[in-house]
């Protein structure tokens, strides 16, 4: 059998025994529904406000300000469309930035086409968002900011405490969409300003289809499903009682292991960054050099299609990505990788590879003995390659 090495966390991670124990009673007995006023029922809403509070205490909100939905997208459309159509008397004009996750950006392209203004904003060739264009781009008709805590394929971590300042200071509402922050970065959303933040459960080894939206007391949203009376009126359906747990439970072993995690995974990051860059020639490592991610690496392989790169590595039984899990059967380039200035053909021989908690060194050394390989056996079929060599 071929070994399996899993290098990509970012797109979604495996659920970890601990949580899929306190699941299971919620798939057997614990069936009931928490809107039924019998015990059998109180007992799954009283297991769902423990959750409620357990999300609430990591970001430093308050119980009733954690909204639960079926994961990040969900959470990041609420966010958008909610505060849009909630605020439309006050303004129609959104600022976000040019490498957010599509569930972020085609919202906002969905609101361009009903009557809302959305200015995309330029990042370095890091991946930061430019703060003096934010500014700039702040009008009286101004109502959200929405700016993603750390970028799902660089990896890039942005200054959000200054963003909170700037939303705040005019008075402009501000939405993070922190799915990948969330169990690598402590976040205070009272210190840091934030008023909507967006959480998944499956990208930090939870179940996948669960998440929240924290939504600051006194913030002017509008509910995102009519129906029942769940969350608080604003957020119909029965709950996703076993992925809550799920998630609950996930979120209290990320924060209570965050330092060995961050310590681990970046000594195993920052070898893998050194041992690419010291065997193979003409690469480039994307995403900030430092404000990064813990377990992200994302090069670029000149003379290479990350495409070929993927399929090469997966018969080697690695699995990576070549951009984001979406635009993976596209053949347009990743649209972060063009904001920070790749041209297309670097573009299209990117690899990112995520590290997670059950990651070793041996999975670093097999990866990259495995691209040496690998990026060897494909640059020698490059006709660019060999005319590079030539000179
Ligand atoms: C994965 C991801 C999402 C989407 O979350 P789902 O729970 O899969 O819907 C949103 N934003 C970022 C940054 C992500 O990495």
Known sequence: MIRQVYLDNAATTPVKKQVLDEML???????????????????????????REKVANVINAKPREIYFTAGGSEADNWAIKGIAFANKDKGNHIITSKIEH???????????????????????????????????SITDKT???????ANNEIGTIQPIEEIGKIARDNKVYFHTDAVQAIGNINIDVEKLNIDLLSMSAHKLYGPKGVGALYIKQGVKIHPYMHG????????AGTENIPGIIGFGKAIEL??????????RLTKLRDKLIRDIKENIEYVRLNGHPDKRLPGNVNFS???????????????????????????????DPSHVLLAIGLPHEIA????????????????????????????????????LYENVKKK
């Open 102 to 136: 599509h569930g972020v950006l085609h919202t906002c392209e969905y609101l361009e086409k009903n009557g809302f203004e959305v200015t995309y904003l330029d990042v370095d060739e890091n991946g930061i968002v430019n703060m003096e264009q934010l500014k700039d």
């Open 25 to 51: 009673p919620f798939f057997k007995e614990k069936y009931g529904n928490p809107s039924s006023i019998y015990r059998l029922g109180q007992e799954t809403r009283n297991a769902i406000d423990e959750v």
């Open 348 to 383: 299209h021989g990117s690899l990112r590879l995520t590290l997670g908690d059950f990651n070793t060194e041996e999975d670093v050394d097999y990866v990259v003995e495995s691209l040496i390989k690998v990026v060897d056996r494909l640059r020698q079929m490059s006709p």
């Open 301 to 331: 392989f000149e003379f290479i299609e990350g495409e070929s790169l993927l399929l090469s590595l997966d018969m080697l039984g690695i699995c990576a990505s070549s951009g984001s899990a979406c635009t993976s059967g596209s053949l």
């Open 143 to 149: 109502i959200l900011i929405s700016i993603m805590f």
């Open 228 to 235: 029942g009376a769940q969350e608080r009126n604003r957020r």
């Open 254 to 263: 990320a924060y209570e292991t965050l330092d060995e995690h961050n310590e």
